[in-house]
Protein backbone atom coordinates (compact mmCIF):
# COMPACT_ATOMS: atom_id res chain seq x y z
CA UNK A 1 0.00 0.00 0.00
CA UNK A 2 1.41 3.37 -1.10
CA UNK A 3 0.27 5.73 2.32
CA UNK A 4 1.82 8.73 0.48
CA UNK A 5 -0.90 8.17 -2.16
CA UNK A 6 -2.97 7.90 0.29
CA UNK A 7 -2.33 10.37 2.42
CA UNK A 8 -1.94 12.70 -0.58
CA UNK A 9 -5.57 12.15 -1.64
CA UNK A 10 -6.36 12.76 1.89
CA UNK A 11 -5.25 16.26 2.17
CA UNK A 12 -6.87 17.36 -1.15
CA UNK A 13 -9.80 15.98 -0.25
CA UNK A 14 -9.87 18.07 2.72
CA UNK A 15 -9.90 20.97 0.39
CA UNK A 16 -13.53 20.15 -0.48
CA UNK A 17 -13.95 19.87 3.39
CA UNK A 18 -12.62 23.16 3.58
CA UNK A 19 -15.31 24.75 1.51
CA UNK A 20 -18.29 22.75 2.75
CA UNK A 21 -16.95 23.71 6.43
CA UNK A 22 -16.40 27.40 5.03
CA UNK A 23 -19.97 28.59 4.74
CA UNK A 24 -20.98 27.05 7.80
CA UNK A 25 -18.18 28.22 9.70
CA UNK A 26 -19.43 31.96 8.63
CA UNK A 27 -22.96 31.88 9.13
CA UNK A 28 -22.24 30.67 13.19
CA UNK A 29 -19.29 32.95 13.27
CA UNK A 30 -21.30 36.21 12.33
CA UNK A 31 -24.97 35.21 13.25
CA UNK A 32 -24.47 32.38 15.82
CA UNK A 33 -26.57 30.37 13.05
CA UNK A 34 -27.06 26.70 13.46
CA UNK A 35 -27.78 26.06 9.73
CA UNK A 36 -28.85 22.19 10.08
CA UNK A 37 -29.91 22.89 6.22
CA UNK A 38 -26.14 23.62 5.12
CA UNK A 39 -25.57 20.08 3.85
CA UNK A 40 -29.03 20.38 1.72
CA UNK A 41 -27.88 23.62 0.32
CA UNK A 42 -25.04 21.79 -1.21
CA UNK A 43 -26.81 19.74 -2.73
CA UNK A 44 -29.61 21.81 -4.20
CA UNK A 45 -26.66 24.04 -5.43
CA UNK A 46 -25.56 20.55 -7.57
CA UNK A 47 -29.16 20.20 -8.80
CA UNK A 48 -29.33 23.58 -9.61
CA UNK A 49 -26.08 23.87 -11.66
CA UNK A 50 -27.24 20.44 -13.31
CA UNK A 51 -30.78 21.71 -14.25
CA UNK A 52 -29.01 24.55 -16.33
CA UNK A 53 -26.39 22.95 -17.72
CA UNK A 54 -28.44 19.69 -18.63
CA UNK A 55 -32.09 20.87 -18.74
CA UNK A 56 -31.31 24.69 -19.80
CA UNK A 57 -28.54 23.11 -21.95
CA UNK A 58 -26.05 25.83 -20.90
CA UNK A 59 -21.94 25.34 -21.29
CA UNK A 60 -20.90 24.42 -17.94
CA UNK A 61 -18.87 27.43 -17.69
CA UNK A 62 -21.73 29.24 -17.80
CA UNK A 63 -24.03 27.29 -15.93
CA UNK A 64 -21.97 26.98 -12.78
CA UNK A 65 -21.26 30.30 -11.89
CA UNK A 66 -24.88 31.14 -12.71
CA UNK A 67 -25.90 28.69 -10.01
CA UNK A 68 -23.47 30.23 -7.62
CA UNK A 69 -25.30 33.30 -8.15
CA UNK A 70 -28.52 32.05 -7.89
CA UNK A 71 -27.85 30.67 -4.49
CA UNK A 72 -26.22 33.91 -3.15
CA UNK A 73 -29.09 35.64 -4.24
CA UNK A 74 -31.26 32.61 -2.33
CA UNK A 75 -28.98 32.84 0.86
CA UNK A 76 -30.02 36.94 0.53
CA UNK A 77 -33.70 36.31 0.64
CA UNK A 78 -33.93 33.34 2.95
CA UNK A 79 -32.05 35.23 5.97
CA UNK A 80 -34.09 38.45 4.89
CA UNK A 81 -37.69 36.80 4.43
CA UNK A 82 -37.42 34.14 6.94
CA UNK A 83 -34.46 33.61 9.54
CA UNK A 84 -33.67 37.22 10.91
CA UNK A 85 -38.02 36.79 11.93
CA UNK A 86 -36.97 34.10 14.15
CA UNK A 87 -33.18 35.13 15.24
CA UNK A 88 -32.67 36.45 18.81
CA UNK A 89 -31.63 35.26 21.54
CA UNK A 90 -32.38 31.84 22.10
CA UNK A 91 -30.91 29.55 19.24
CA UNK A 92 -33.58 26.85 19.07
CA UNK A 93 -36.45 28.91 16.80
CA UNK A 94 -33.83 29.37 13.78
CA UNK A 95 -32.34 25.84 14.59
CA UNK A 96 -35.76 24.49 14.29
CA UNK A 97 -36.90 26.54 11.41
CA UNK A 98 -33.04 25.87 9.48
CA UNK A 99 -34.08 21.89 10.47
CA UNK A 100 -37.51 22.16 8.89
CA UNK A 101 -36.20 23.73 5.60
CA UNK A 102 -33.40 20.42 5.29
CA UNK A 103 -36.41 18.25 5.56
CA UNK A 104 -38.33 20.21 2.74
CA UNK A 105 -35.81 20.56 0.72
CA UNK A 106 -34.91 16.95 0.43
CA UNK A 107 -38.31 15.83 -0.58
CA UNK A 108 -38.61 19.20 -3.10
CA UNK A 109 -35.29 17.05 -4.60
CA UNK A 110 -37.03 14.08 -4.56
CA UNK A 111 -39.99 15.08 -5.76
CA UNK A 112 -38.50 17.39 -8.43
CA UNK A 113 -35.61 15.38 -9.60
CA UNK A 114 -36.73 11.68 -8.11
CA UNK A 115 -34.81 9.50 -5.99
CA UNK A 116 -31.72 8.62 -9.09
CA UNK A 117 -28.14 9.52 -8.43
CA UNK A 118 -27.04 12.34 -10.81
CA UNK A 119 -23.75 13.71 -11.58
CA UNK A 120 -21.94 16.97 -12.97
CA UNK A 121 -19.95 17.27 -15.83
CA UNK A 122 -16.29 18.25 -15.61
CA UNK A 123 -15.36 18.30 -18.61
CA UNK A 124 -12.83 15.25 -17.95
CA UNK A 125 -11.19 16.92 -14.86
CA UNK A 126 -12.85 13.77 -12.93
CA UNK A 127 -9.98 11.16 -14.32
CA UNK A 128 -7.04 13.14 -15.53
CA UNK A 129 -4.66 13.16 -13.26
CA UNK A 130 -0.71 14.59 -12.81
CA UNK A 131 1.88 11.73 -12.46
CA UNK A 132 4.70 13.25 -9.99
CA UNK A 133 6.87 10.08 -10.50
CA UNK A 134 7.14 6.90 -8.21
CA UNK A 135 4.48 5.72 -9.20
CA UNK A 136 2.34 8.51 -7.21
CA UNK A 137 0.03 10.42 -9.31
CA UNK A 138 -2.61 13.01 -8.23
CA UNK A 139 -5.95 14.07 -10.13
CA UNK A 140 -6.70 17.72 -11.19
CA UNK A 141 -9.96 17.87 -9.51
CA UNK A 142 -8.80 17.38 -6.40
CA UNK A 143 -5.98 19.68 -7.02
CA UNK A 144 -8.17 22.41 -8.50
CA UNK A 145 -10.59 21.52 -5.23
CA UNK A 146 -7.56 22.91 -2.87
CA UNK A 147 -6.96 25.37 -5.08
CA UNK A 148 -10.57 26.86 -4.96
CA UNK A 149 -10.71 26.05 -1.49
CA UNK A 150 -7.29 28.10 -0.77
CA UNK A 151 -8.37 31.08 -2.60
CA UNK A 152 -11.91 31.22 -1.32
CA UNK A 153 -10.94 31.32 2.33
CA UNK A 154 -8.24 33.48 1.27
CA UNK A 155 -10.02 36.23 0.09
CA UNK A 156 -13.20 35.01 2.75
CA UNK A 157 -10.16 36.60 5.30
CA UNK A 158 -9.26 39.61 3.07
CA UNK A 159 -12.99 40.25 3.02
CA UNK A 160 -13.13 39.95 7.07
CA UNK A 161 -9.69 42.07 7.58
CA UNK A 162 -9.58 44.66 5.04
CA UNK A 163 -13.02 46.42 3.90
CA UNK A 164 -15.75 48.28 5.57
CA UNK A 165 -18.30 45.16 5.14
CA UNK A 166 -15.98 42.64 6.94
CA UNK A 167 -15.52 44.76 9.75
CA UNK A 168 -19.35 45.31 9.95
CA UNK A 169 -19.53 41.36 9.86
CA UNK A 170 -17.01 41.46 12.52
CA UNK A 171 -18.39 43.87 14.74
CA UNK A 172 -22.04 42.46 14.60
CA UNK A 173 -20.22 39.16 15.30
CA UNK A 174 -18.78 40.43 18.17
CA UNK A 175 -21.86 42.36 19.99
CA UNK A 176 -25.34 42.98 17.69
CA UNK A 177 -26.63 45.64 19.52
CA UNK A 178 -23.35 47.81 20.33
CA UNK A 179 -23.14 47.53 16.53
CA UNK A 180 -26.63 48.87 15.81
CA UNK A 181 -25.72 52.08 17.94
CA UNK A 182 -22.39 52.36 15.40
CA UNK A 183 -25.01 52.47 12.24
CA UNK A 184 -24.98 49.42 10.83
CA UNK A 185 -28.47 48.07 10.10
CA UNK A 186 -27.41 44.44 11.32
CA UNK A 187 -30.48 42.46 9.48
CA UNK A 188 -29.40 43.78 6.54
CA UNK A 189 -25.80 42.82 7.36
CA UNK A 190 -27.17 39.01 8.13
CA UNK A 191 -28.52 38.48 4.75
CA UNK A 192 -25.14 39.91 2.70
CA UNK A 193 -23.51 36.74 5.89
CA UNK A 194 -25.73 34.44 4.37
CA UNK A 195 -25.71 35.70 0.96
CA UNK A 196 -21.61 35.35 1.12
CA UNK A 197 -22.18 31.80 2.96
CA UNK A 198 -24.42 30.31 0.03
CA UNK A 199 -22.13 31.57 -2.47
CA UNK A 200 -19.32 29.43 -0.95
CA UNK A 201 -21.83 26.35 -0.39
CA UNK A 202 -22.76 26.63 -4.14
CA UNK A 203 -19.08 26.58 -4.87
CA UNK A 204 -18.38 23.24 -2.81
CA UNK A 205 -21.52 22.20 -3.84
CA UNK A 206 -20.57 21.58 -7.74
CA UNK A 207 -17.02 20.70 -6.86
CA UNK A 208 -18.32 17.91 -5.18
CA UNK A 209 -21.44 16.99 -7.34
CA UNK A 210 -17.90 16.33 -10.52
CA UNK A 211 -15.96 14.65 -8.13
CA UNK A 212 -19.06 11.92 -7.09
CA UNK A 213 -22.28 11.18 -7.54
CA UNK A 214 -25.55 12.85 -5.59
CA UNK A 215 -28.78 12.37 -4.96
CA UNK A 216 -31.56 13.56 -2.77
CA UNK A 217 -30.91 12.54 0.39
CA UNK A 218 -26.38 13.21 -0.02
CA UNK A 219 -26.99 16.61 2.54
CA UNK A 220 -27.13 14.99 5.51
CA UNK A 221 -23.77 13.57 5.82
CA UNK A 222 -22.04 16.63 3.96
CA UNK A 223 -23.58 18.79 6.86
CA UNK A 224 -21.45 16.13 9.46
CA UNK A 225 -18.78 16.44 7.57
CA UNK A 226 -18.80 20.43 7.67
CA UNK A 227 -19.68 20.03 11.17
CA UNK A 228 -16.38 18.16 11.94
CA UNK A 229 -14.09 20.05 9.93
CA UNK A 230 -15.22 23.43 11.64
CA UNK A 231 -15.24 21.63 15.11
CA UNK A 232 -11.14 20.31 14.41
CA UNK A 233 -10.20 23.54 13.32
CA UNK A 234 -11.69 25.70 15.99
CA UNK A 235 -14.92 27.82 16.02
CA UNK A 236 -14.65 31.22 13.84
CA UNK A 237 -11.69 30.76 12.45
CA UNK A 238 -11.47 30.50 8.65
CA UNK A 239 -8.13 28.78 8.41
CA UNK A 240 -8.64 26.37 11.32
CA UNK A 241 -11.30 25.18 8.69
CA UNK A 242 -9.00 24.29 5.88
CA UNK A 243 -6.74 22.83 8.58
CA UNK A 244 -10.07 20.72 10.08
CA UNK A 245 -10.79 19.66 6.42
CA UNK A 246 -7.52 18.18 5.66
CA UNK A 247 -7.15 15.90 9.32
CA UNK A 248 -10.25 14.94 8.73
CA UNK A 249 -9.67 14.27 4.90
CA UNK A 250 -6.60 12.39 6.06
CA UNK A 251 -8.15 10.61 8.73
CA UNK A 252 -11.09 9.15 6.32
CA UNK A 253 -8.29 7.99 3.70
CA UNK A 254 -6.02 6.32 6.14
CA UNK A 255 -9.47 4.61 7.32
CA UNK A 256 -10.34 3.85 3.31
CA UNK A 257 -6.74 2.20 2.70
CA UNK A 258 -7.25 -0.27 5.67
CA UNK A 259 -10.57 -1.73 5.06
CA UNK A 260 -12.89 0.45 2.61
CA UNK A 261 -15.96 -0.27 5.56
CA UNK A 262 -14.22 2.39 8.24
CA UNK A 263 -13.21 5.13 6.50
CA UNK A 264 -16.07 7.29 7.60
CA UNK A 265 -15.63 6.13 11.11
CA UNK A 266 -11.64 6.79 11.02
CA UNK A 267 -13.02 10.51 10.39
CA UNK A 268 -15.47 10.34 13.12
CA UNK A 269 -13.06 9.04 15.57
CA UNK A 270 -10.80 12.26 14.52
CA UNK A 271 -13.04 14.49 15.25
CA UNK A 272 -14.30 12.62 18.38
CA UNK A 273 -10.71 13.15 19.61
CA UNK A 274 -10.34 16.83 18.94
CA UNK A 275 -13.81 17.26 20.89
CA UNK A 276 -12.45 15.38 24.10
CA UNK A 277 -8.61 16.86 24.07
CA UNK A 278 -9.19 20.30 22.70
CA UNK A 279 -12.56 21.10 22.69
CA UNK A 280 -11.80 24.41 21.69
CA UNK A 281 -10.73 23.44 18.26
CA UNK A 282 -6.93 23.56 16.80
CA UNK A 283 -7.17 27.26 15.90
CA UNK A 284 -9.74 28.70 18.25
CA UNK A 285 -10.65 32.15 17.40
CA UNK A 286 -8.36 35.16 18.04
CA UNK A 287 -9.11 37.57 19.45
CA UNK A 288 -7.84 41.42 18.12
CA UNK A 289 -6.36 42.18 15.21
CA UNK B 1 -35.50 75.22 19.10
CA UNK B 2 -34.32 72.14 20.96
CA UNK B 3 -32.12 69.98 19.68
CA UNK B 4 -33.61 67.41 21.00
CA UNK B 5 -37.30 66.97 22.48
CA UNK B 6 -38.61 64.37 24.16
CA UNK B 7 -42.55 64.76 25.25
CA UNK B 8 -44.25 62.59 27.24
CA UNK B 9 -42.12 59.34 26.77
CA UNK B 10 -43.23 55.48 28.60
CA UNK B 11 -41.24 52.82 28.32
CA UNK B 12 -41.54 48.98 28.80
CA UNK B 13 -40.03 45.75 29.18
CA UNK B 14 -42.36 43.51 28.43
CA UNK B 15 -45.32 43.94 30.64
CA UNK B 16 -43.15 45.86 32.90
CA UNK B 17 -43.44 50.03 32.55
CA UNK B 18 -39.94 51.67 33.43
CA UNK B 19 -40.69 55.44 31.86
CA UNK B 20 -44.25 56.84 32.73
CA UNK B 21 -44.59 60.15 30.62
CA UNK B 22 -40.76 61.75 31.10
CA UNK B 23 -40.10 64.97 29.35
CA UNK B 24 -36.73 66.48 28.32
CA UNK B 25 -34.96 68.89 26.11
CA UNK B 26 -31.44 69.45 25.69
CA UNK B 27 -30.34 72.48 23.33
CA UNK B 28 -28.16 72.90 20.57
CA UNK B 29 -24.05 73.31 22.57
CA UNK B 30 -25.86 72.00 25.65
CA UNK B 31 -24.39 69.95 28.30
CA UNK B 32 -27.75 67.97 30.27
CA UNK B 33 -26.90 65.85 32.84
CA UNK B 34 -29.60 63.15 34.10
CA UNK B 35 -28.93 61.69 37.58
CA UNK B 36 -30.91 59.27 39.63
CA UNK B 37 -30.47 56.12 41.45
CA UNK B 38 -29.87 52.70 40.14
CA UNK B 39 -33.34 51.68 38.40
CA UNK B 40 -34.46 55.03 38.15
CA UNK B 41 -34.96 54.72 34.21
CA UNK B 42 -31.76 56.61 33.22
CA UNK B 43 -30.37 54.42 31.34
CA UNK B 44 -33.86 52.81 29.73
CA UNK B 45 -33.97 56.32 28.47
CA UNK B 46 -30.98 56.97 26.24
CA UNK B 47 -31.99 53.57 25.38
CA UNK B 48 -35.26 54.90 23.64
CA UNK B 49 -33.42 58.03 22.15
CA UNK B 50 -31.00 55.71 20.51
CA UNK B 51 -33.98 53.56 18.62
CA UNK B 52 -32.72 50.53 21.23
CA UNK B 53 -36.12 50.47 22.71
CA UNK B 54 -39.91 51.00 20.63
CA UNK B 55 -41.16 54.26 21.79
CA UNK B 56 -44.24 56.53 20.63
CA UNK B 57 -43.03 58.00 16.77
CA UNK B 58 -43.54 61.77 18.15
CA UNK B 59 -42.63 61.34 22.17
CA UNK B 60 -39.09 61.77 20.57
CA UNK B 61 -38.17 64.70 17.88
CA UNK B 62 -34.38 65.45 16.90
CA UNK B 63 -34.09 68.38 14.73
CA UNK B 64 -37.29 68.83 14.20
CA UNK B 65 -38.09 64.94 13.10
CA UNK B 66 -40.13 62.23 14.97
CA UNK B 67 -37.43 59.56 15.46
CA UNK B 68 -39.52 57.20 18.14
CA UNK B 69 -39.11 53.98 18.08
CA UNK B 70 -37.04 54.08 14.47
CA UNK B 71 -34.13 51.97 14.11
CA UNK B 72 -30.93 52.90 16.05
CA UNK B 73 -28.89 52.29 12.80
CA UNK B 74 -30.72 55.21 11.06
CA UNK B 75 -31.07 57.28 14.09
CA UNK B 76 -26.91 56.86 14.09
CA UNK B 77 -27.14 58.46 10.57
CA UNK B 78 -29.24 61.46 11.51
CA UNK B 79 -26.64 62.27 13.92
CA UNK B 80 -27.03 60.61 17.89
CA UNK B 81 -24.36 58.97 18.87
CA UNK B 82 -23.82 56.44 21.99
CA UNK B 83 -21.20 55.66 24.60
CA UNK B 84 -23.09 52.80 25.86
CA UNK B 85 -23.08 51.46 29.23
CA UNK B 86 -20.24 49.36 30.24
CA UNK B 87 -18.12 51.21 26.68
CA UNK B 88 -18.98 47.54 25.03
CA UNK B 89 -16.03 48.09 22.76
CA UNK B 90 -15.51 45.33 20.31
CA UNK B 91 -13.17 42.74 21.13
CA UNK B 92 -12.65 41.42 18.31
CA UNK B 93 -11.72 44.33 16.73
CA UNK B 94 -8.75 46.95 17.57
CA UNK B 95 -8.60 50.48 18.54
CA UNK B 96 -8.21 51.31 15.67
CA UNK B 97 -10.70 49.28 14.02
CA UNK B 98 -13.08 50.30 16.97
CA UNK B 99 -13.13 54.48 15.60
CA UNK B 100 -13.47 52.98 12.26
CA UNK B 101 -16.53 51.57 12.52
CA UNK B 102 -17.99 54.14 14.22
CA UNK B 103 -17.86 56.37 11.30
CA UNK B 104 -19.61 53.47 9.66
CA UNK B 105 -22.15 55.61 8.49
CA UNK B 106 -19.80 58.09 6.71
CA UNK B 107 -21.43 61.67 8.07
CA UNK B 108 -19.57 64.28 7.54
CA UNK B 109 -17.80 66.88 10.29
CA UNK B 110 -15.08 67.85 12.27
CA UNK B 111 -13.85 64.06 13.48
CA UNK B 112 -11.11 61.98 12.26
CA UNK B 113 -8.79 59.52 13.11
CA UNK B 114 -6.60 61.93 13.84
CA UNK B 115 -8.57 64.20 15.54
CA UNK B 116 -9.42 61.49 18.11
CA UNK B 117 -6.19 60.67 18.61
CA UNK B 118 -5.07 64.20 19.32
CA UNK B 119 -7.93 64.09 22.07
CA UNK B 120 -7.02 61.21 23.76
CA UNK B 121 -3.16 60.39 22.69
CA UNK B 122 -2.74 57.54 24.76
CA UNK B 123 -5.42 56.00 22.41
CA UNK B 124 -2.90 56.82 19.13
CA UNK B 125 0.05 54.32 20.96
CA UNK B 126 -2.98 51.55 21.60
CA UNK B 127 -4.07 51.73 18.10
CA UNK B 128 -2.91 48.04 17.38
CA UNK B 129 -4.12 46.52 20.17
CA UNK B 130 -7.74 44.80 20.91
CA UNK B 131 -10.30 47.64 22.37
CA UNK B 132 -10.40 45.29 25.22
CA UNK B 133 -6.96 44.96 26.75
CA UNK B 134 -6.98 48.33 27.60
CA UNK B 135 -7.34 50.08 30.55
CA UNK B 136 -10.99 50.64 31.83
CA UNK B 137 -9.96 54.60 31.54
CA UNK B 138 -8.50 53.81 27.77
CA UNK B 139 -11.57 51.58 27.25
CA UNK B 140 -13.81 54.73 27.98
CA UNK B 141 -11.51 56.64 25.98
CA UNK B 142 -12.13 54.87 22.90
CA UNK B 143 -15.94 54.52 23.47
CA UNK B 144 -16.01 57.94 23.14
CA UNK B 145 -13.88 58.64 20.13
CA UNK B 146 -15.73 55.81 18.48
CA UNK B 147 -19.07 57.53 19.28
CA UNK B 148 -17.22 60.80 17.95
CA UNK B 149 -16.34 59.18 14.37
CA UNK B 150 -19.48 59.21 13.56
CA UNK B 151 -19.47 62.84 13.47
CA UNK B 152 -22.76 63.47 15.96
CA UNK B 153 -24.40 66.65 16.84
CA UNK B 154 -26.15 64.82 20.15
CA UNK B 155 -23.68 62.19 21.95
CA UNK B 156 -25.15 60.24 24.36
CA UNK B 157 -22.86 59.28 26.99
CA UNK B 158 -23.79 56.40 29.61
CA UNK B 159 -22.02 56.35 32.85
CA UNK B 160 -18.45 57.15 31.46
CA UNK B 161 -17.16 57.32 35.20
CA UNK B 162 -18.66 54.10 36.06
CA UNK B 163 -15.79 51.84 37.97
CA UNK B 164 -12.88 54.50 36.88
CA UNK B 165 -10.51 56.00 39.15
CA UNK B 166 -11.49 59.71 40.08
CA UNK B 167 -8.31 60.67 38.81
CA UNK B 168 -9.12 59.19 35.03
CA UNK B 169 -12.78 60.84 35.46
CA UNK B 170 -11.35 63.86 35.80
CA UNK B 171 -9.41 63.19 32.20
CA UNK B 172 -12.31 62.57 30.58
CA UNK B 173 -14.68 65.01 31.80
CA UNK B 174 -11.75 67.46 30.76
CA UNK B 175 -12.33 66.41 27.40
CA UNK B 176 -15.83 67.01 26.92
CA UNK B 177 -15.76 70.71 26.67
CA UNK B 178 -13.65 70.06 23.25
CA UNK B 179 -16.39 67.84 22.22
CA UNK B 180 -19.36 70.85 22.88
CA UNK B 181 -17.16 72.98 20.95
CA UNK B 182 -17.01 71.02 17.81
CA UNK B 183 -21.15 71.40 17.55
CA UNK B 184 -21.92 68.35 19.79
CA UNK B 185 -24.16 68.97 22.39
CA UNK B 186 -24.07 66.12 25.49
CA UNK B 187 -26.80 64.08 27.10
CA UNK B 188 -24.71 62.47 30.35
CA UNK B 189 -25.76 60.23 32.28
CA UNK B 190 -24.09 60.21 35.65
CA UNK B 191 -24.43 58.67 38.97
CA UNK B 192 -22.04 61.26 40.79
CA UNK B 193 -23.86 63.80 41.45
CA UNK B 194 -21.04 66.41 42.38
CA UNK B 195 -19.74 65.38 38.50
CA UNK B 196 -22.91 66.44 37.04
CA UNK B 197 -23.59 69.54 38.70
CA UNK B 198 -20.43 70.50 38.03
CA UNK B 199 -20.41 70.37 33.61
CA UNK B 200 -23.63 70.37 33.14
CA UNK B 201 -25.58 73.75 31.85
CA UNK B 202 -29.37 71.70 33.28
CA UNK B 203 -29.88 68.80 35.35
CA UNK B 204 -32.67 66.48 35.10
CA UNK B 205 -33.44 64.04 38.33
CA UNK B 206 -35.20 60.69 37.99
CA UNK B 207 -37.26 58.82 40.50
CA UNK B 208 -38.77 55.22 39.45
CA UNK B 209 -39.11 56.59 36.42
CA UNK B 210 -40.52 59.97 36.51
CA UNK B 211 -38.72 63.22 36.08
CA UNK B 212 -39.04 64.75 39.97
CA UNK B 213 -36.98 67.75 39.29
CA UNK B 214 -35.11 70.15 36.90
CA UNK B 215 -33.02 73.09 36.64
CA UNK B 216 -30.04 74.32 36.23
CA UNK B 217 -27.18 73.36 38.45
CA UNK B 218 -26.97 77.14 40.36
CA UNK B 219 -30.53 76.60 41.19
CA UNK B 220 -30.62 73.58 43.12
CA UNK B 221 -30.12 73.30 46.49
CA UNK B 222 -28.73 70.31 48.03
CA UNK B 223 -31.98 69.12 49.65
CA UNK B 224 -34.19 69.78 46.97
CA UNK B 225 -31.57 67.20 44.95
CA UNK B 226 -32.22 64.91 47.85
CA UNK B 227 -36.09 64.64 47.60
CA UNK B 228 -35.92 64.39 44.14
CA UNK B 229 -33.12 61.59 44.20
CA UNK B 230 -34.47 59.60 46.89
CA UNK B 231 -38.65 60.98 47.69
CA UNK B 232 -39.51 62.91 50.00
Request: glycine share 12%.
Amino acid sequence: MDWVSVILEGALLGGLYALFAAGLSLAFGIMRLVNLAHGDFIVVSAYIALFLAQTVGLHPLVAYPLAVAIMGLVGFLLQRGLLNRVMGDDIMPPLLVTFGISIMLQNLLLQIFSADTRGLVGGGLQTASLALGHGIAIGWLPLLTMGVAVAVIGALQLLMVRTRLGLAFRATSDDQTTARLMGIDTRLIYAVAMAVALVVVAIAGILFAIRTTFDPASGPSRLIFAFEAVIIGGMGSLWGTLVGGIILGITQAIGFALSPGIGLLFGHLAFLAVLVFRPQGLFPRTRGA
Amino acid sequence: MSLLAVDRLDAFYGDFQALFGVGLEVGEGEIVAVIGANGAGKSTFLRSVAGLLAARRDAIVFAGQPIGGAPAHTIVGMGVAMVPEGRKLFPSLSVEENLRIGAYRGRPGPWTLDRVWRLFPRLAERRRVSGTAMSGGEQQMAAIGRALMSNPRLMLCDEISLGLAPVVVRELYAALPGVVAEGCSLLVIEQDIGQALRIADRVYCFQEGRVTLAGRPAELTRERIAAAYFGA
